[in-house]
């Protein structure tokens, strides 16, 4: 039997939530499809479990940093269990009560693995769906990284969903999970190894504010190997192995990190290959998502639109960015493409202690667009707000542009550096200049209250 919809959404995530619910208010038939449990990466094995990770050992950290300053009691320590159940409070349940919700409203659900048949015809199992649209919103998978024992690597989502937290954990990669991670993992207890190819890990954050990043984190314990390539992981019985190297040439500067758990860290990837997007003629972008024009149709089949991890080019991959986009699909479902996505003022963070965090340009973006700016660039550390809370690596470096003192750019490390950042984010998305930002009187002492001095 065939079932016949207005709208097919692949994938029940941010973006996914964000085509299906308004469409579904307009009077379409939606149909919801998910070969994972309904919510998301985000919801259930991202973000927001990551957070309450995060939110636990920064306790732990923030304990431990003022013995002496006041505390006297024993500096506490991270029960793993604990943590673990109190995360699946957050989580269990979930995708249960959001099937639910698209159901109440009257969507069709079908969970299972969806591949193109026809330009919008799809299979799910046995049966067969055909939309008159269909939006693909499947998010992101790791990166597959080609190396022998590639099969021994743990997903973030694994280490998310861990129970027991293993003595020795090795980090592949040096992005956002690996240092959020590694700050978790080493404050629990566990021996941590970061091995990142690159000279410079988070490659998209400011050199000047990652290097203090690594300092932190190598404070706590960690073993940051920057320029050391992961070659393979072995598994050696009661442990695993990973091979790497720091020469240029095969068989020069070879190492080997024994560790109990090795966790993916190396990037992720639009998770399209098993749609069969050739069936529907969808053609993919040089970043292997689908490829869209402006209004984040597909160039190749009109039918079809993405939104989220899986648009080839776009915003950052971030949830909120994911719900924009997802929100700009619906509407130019509903209204005709009349309607794009906005991605100036975006801001991102990586959610460490204290957290790291962007927005806008950086020195090189503004000279390559050939700005004229004045950047203010210092160590905090010795700052109050920093000194109060016994933080000592913090910085901040912002960019202003000459003559029309619109910000340009900001970047933070420090206490509350993911709050700070959204105003930043507002001055940057609304063209807000700098004196607009210092003519502000903020509540004293917060994080806020520091901006007028960063510009």
């Known amino acids: 039997m065939t079932v016949e919809v207005d709208l097919i959404v692949v994938g ?33 094995r991202g973000c927001d479990p990551k957070k309450v990770l995060v939110g636990v050992s920064e306790l732990i950290d923030w304990g431990r940093r003022m013995q002496g300053k006041g505390l006297t009691a024993p500096a506490p320590t991270l029960s793993w269990p604990d943590m673990a159940r109190f995360k699946r409070t957050f989580t269990d349940g979930v995708a249960e009560a959001m099937d639910q919700s698209f159901k109440e409203a009257g969507m069709l659900t079908v969970h299972g693995r969806a591949r193109f048949v026809g330009p919008t015809t799809l299979r799910v199992g046995d049966e067969t769906y055909v939309g008159r649209h269909v939006v693909i919103a499947a998010g992101a998978r790791h990166a597959p990284l080609g190396i022998p024992g590639e099969e021994h690597l743990t997903t973030s989502s694994g280490f998310l969903g861990l129970d027991a937290l293993p003595h020795r954990v090795a980090f592949v990669g040096g992005g956002y999970i690996a240092f959020e ?23 998209g954050f400011d050199p000047d504010l990652v290097a203090q990043m690594v300092h932190t984190t190598q404070d706590l314990g960690v073993d940051v190997r920057l320029g050391t390539s992961v070659n393979a992981v072995e598994n050696r019985g009661s442990e695993l192995v990973v091979h790497a190297g720091t020469g240029t040439e095969p068989g020069l500067g070879e190492v080997e990190v024994a560790a109990d758990l090795v966790v993916h860290a190396a990037g992720r990837v639009p998770e399209v290959d098993d749609l069969d997007l050739g069936a529907a003629g969808v053609v993919r972008g040089e970043k292997g998502g689908v490829a869209v024009n402006e209004y984040l149709q597909s160039v190749s089949n009109p039918a079809v639109y993405a939104a989220g991890d899986a648009v080839s080019s776009g915003g950052l991959p971030l949830t909120p960015v994911g719900g924009m986009q997802g929100r700009t699909v619906a509407a130019n479902l509903l209204n005709g493409n009349t309607r794009t996505p906005n991605y100036l003022g975006i801001p991102t963070v990586v959610f460490t202690t204290p957290p790291l965090a962007r927005v806008g340009l950086d020195e090189a973006a503004a000279r390559a667009q050939g ?6 660039h210092e160590d905090t550390s010795a700052w109050y707000s920093s000194r109060r809370v016994g933080l000592t690596h913090t910085g901040f470096k912002t960019l202003v542009e000459d003559g029309t003192g619109r910000v340009l750019g900001a970047h933070l490390l420090g206490p509350h550096a993911e709050e700070i950042i959204n105003i930043f984010a507002l001055a940057v998305r609304k063209g807000l200049s700098a004196s607009d930002l210092k003519d502000m009187v903020f509540a004293y002492p917060t994080g806020a209250s520091d901006i007028r001095y960063m510009l």
């Open 12 to 44: 029940t995530g941010s973006a996914g939530q964000s085509v299906a619910s308004p469409c579904r208010e307009a009077g379409w038939s939606v149909m919801v499809v998910d070969s994972d449990p309904f919510g998301g990466t985000c919801q259930l």
């Open 181 to 203: 991670l590694a700050h978790v993992a080493a404050r629990a207890g566990a021996e941590v190894t970061v091995l990142h190819r690159g000279r410079r890990p988070l490659e």
């Open 371 to 376: 700005l004229q700016f004045t950047m203010h």
